[in-house]
């Protein structure tokens, strides 16, 4: 924990400007973190951003020289940006006033699993392309079907996608780190099957050709599945050749049989 780190958390920046004219490194990467859940090679501003601290704390980083568009690569290969994990929609402000390129990550595929529907908002607004998807392959409707089970915010987060040209049907297409993870993954299915499988590996297994829906049906996220099916979300089969509601039954969401059974017969 560095004194930069230390004075970010406390929200002191007056102590950080001062740190900053004594020689400190306001793009310094973070590392041995992990296990207060922040990833190795963040910058000062991402954690800023990560950590919910208040927008001016992101200005004054940004204001002695902070670089808004550093990438971080994340083991999984995602481009991480400050923009990416912004919380709060005043981070978004204050990135939008400094120049920020918001369409580099792009930042709603991180946003929309980590932040409030008010931030998803305000990225939106912030002309932020709801189809967009990272040079993994993966995008916003992707990411919030993995990750909105649990939030409340999940469902007002995936309506605004899908008003925002989100494509329900568009199918995840994973490339390099990520698809080799997918890889990994299929060995498993192969050996013991999706049902004999961790939770990560049945998710990563699933995920070359999967819809939103698909996605929404392997995690179990019933507002979500209602939701996409609403919105006219076809049974696409992903590249395995599951179904959303093969999908949910490997996962032991059974629960769900009837809801995607009911709306395509």
């Known amino acids: 924990m560095t004194g930069m780190l230390c004075a970010l958390f406390a929200g002191e920046g007056d102590i950080l400007q001062t740190l900053v004219r004594h020689g400190a490194d306001v793009n310094a990467r973070i590392s041995g973190l992990g296990h207060l859940g922040y990833s190795d090679s963040l910058t000062l501003l991402m954690v800023a951003a ?14 002695s020289r902070a670089d808004p568009d550093i990438v971080c690569v994340s083991e999984s290969g995602s481009m991480v940006t400050a923009a990416w994990l912004a919380s709060q929609p ?6 939008l006033e400094k120049r920020a390129d918001l369409a580099a990550s792009p930042p709603l595929t991180g946003a929309v699993a980590v932040s409030s529907a008010s931030t998803v908002k305000a990225l939106l607004e912030a002309r932020c ?3 967009a998807v990272s040079p993994t392959g993966f995008g916003p409707m992707y990411s919030v079907s993995f990750c909105g089970r649990g939030s409340p915010d999940a469902p007002a987060i995936l309506q605004m996608l899908l008003s925002s040209r989100g494509d329900a049907n568009a199918q995840a297409k994973p490339s ?4 080799k993870e997918c890889l990994r993954a299929r060995v498993s299915a192969a050996l013991w ?11 990563m297994a699933s995920l070359p050709g999967a819809t939103a829906l698909s996605i929404a049906a392997v995690m179990g996220d019933k507002r979500l ?7 006219d979300a076809e049974p696409i089969a992903n590249d395995r050749g599951d179904s959303p509601e093969d999908l949910a039954r490997a ?3 059974m629960d769900l049989l009837p809801l995607l059974s009911t709306f395509h017969v």
């Open 129 to 131: 392309d709801a189809g």
């Open 225 to 231: 599945v209602r939701l996409l099916l609403e919105h």
């Open 90 to 95: 005043g981070h978004v402000q204050v990135l």
């Open 193 to 203: 099957g999706l049902e004999g499988c961790t939770v990560y590996q049945r998710q």
């Open 50 to 63: 990560y950590s919910s601290q208040e927008p001016k704390i992101l200005s004054t980083l940004i204001t």
């Open 176 to 179: 390099g780190l990520l698809y």
């Open 251 to 253: 996962a032991g969401h």
